[in-house]
């Protein structure tokens, strides 16, 4: 019976064990320093500096004075059995 009793405890430990771990543990992560918006950790002094700014945007491509794209121009000559078309 002692065995029994002895098996049930080390089981009980085993299951028990990485819980009691993650209770202790997690107060640590949540105590992180929260940063405001345009912020960011610095760890090495333990404080929020600015953040950098992003780059800038790129440039807009340049308008398009040419054709439209995919878009014709063309003139058939009216002349019966003779197929006689120009186009651009």
Same mark, same amino acid.
């Given at each position: 019976?002692? @065995?029994?009793? %002895?098996?049930?405890?080390? #089981?009980?430990?085993? &299951? !028990? ?7 202790? /543990?997690?107060? @640590?992560?949540? %105590?992180?320093?929260?940063? #405001?918006?345009?912020? &960011? !950790? ?7 500096? /600015? ?38």
């Amino acid at each position: 019976m002692a @065995t029994k009793i %002895r098996r049930f405890a080390i #089981g009980g430990a085993a &299951v !028990f064990a990485p819980l009691a771990i993650a209770a202790l /543990v997690s107060p @640590t992560v949540s %105590r992180a320093a929260e940063c #405001g918006a345009g912020t &960011v !950790f610095d760890a090495a002094s333990n404080t929020c500096v /600015v953040a950098e700014a992003p780059p800038p945007p790129p440039a807009p491509p340049p308008p398009w004075n040419g054709p439209t794209p995919y878009l014709s121009v063309s003139i058939c000559a009216p002349i019966p059995f003779v197929a006689l078309c120009a186009g651009i």
